[in-house]
């Protein structure tokens, strides 16, 4: 299973990005989670979507700006970025979860992405 995250770059507050995860090798009834990791700081749950797309869960500080969607045909997942603020940056990556339940923890997730670096400038 591998799972390529891309989309990231520089950007100036206000602006947005889209992030999209591509997994291939088992590309069924798995949900998606993004983290993100900033300087010095520990890996965070951002947003997780499930296989269906009707279950999403965010971390409150993105709630309204962030929208995960999928899209399974293309076994890909977006994280859409709006209203970019500072502390926004960090490396994010998005994992993979074959569980039963939609999680924001990093133990649930199987397989992770090799990361993709947002910077967002004030």
């Known amino acids: 299973v591998q799972l390529q995250a891309s989309g990231g770059g520089l950007v100036q507050a206000g602006d947005s990005l889209r992030l999209s995860c591509v997994v291939s090798?088992?590309?069924?009834?798995?949900?998606t989670g993004w983290f993100r990791q900033a300087p010095g700081k520990e890996r965070e749950f951002v947003a997780a979507?499930?296989?269906?797309?009707?279950?999403?869960s965010y971390v409150d500080s993105v709630k309204g700006r962030f929208t995960i969607s999928r899209d399974n045909a293309k076994n890909t997942v977006h994280l859409q970025m709006n209203s970019l603020k500072p502390e926004d940056t960090a490396v994010y990556y998005c994992?993979?979860?074959?569980?039963?339940?939609?999680?924001?923890?990093?133990?649930?997730?199987?397989?992770w992405g090799q990361g993709t670096l947002v910077t967002v400038s004030s």
């Open positions: 979507i499930s296989w269906s797309g009707d279950l999403t």
């Open positions: 090798g088992r590309t069924s009834r798995y949900s």
């Open positions: 994992a993979a979860d074959w569980g039963a339940q939609l999680s924001q923890s990093e133990r649930a997730y199987d397989y």
